[in-house]
């Protein structure tokens, strides 16, 4: 729950390699979680990889309403 007690799914994924469709299966993971549960899905992904990320969106919010 948040500070103002509403519900919400935390997801937190571990990467270590350098994936260019990452963006995609976060947006997967996103919207199943949101099918399924009907609550908003807060992500992180954590990159502890050596190389320097690729990433299309380095920081992006999706929300659904």
């Known amino acids: 729950r948040d500070t103002s007690d509403k519900e919400f799914i935390l997801h ?24 399924k549960y009907k609550l908003p899905v807060i992500q992180f992904v954590l990159y502890v990889g050596y190389k320097s990320i690729f990433s299309v969106f380095r920081q992006s919010t999706l929300k659904f309403a």
């Open 12 to 35: 937190i994924e571990f990467q270590s390699d350098n994936h260019k469709q990452m963006h995609f299966r976060m947006l997967r993971y996103l919207t199943e979680l949101h099918k």
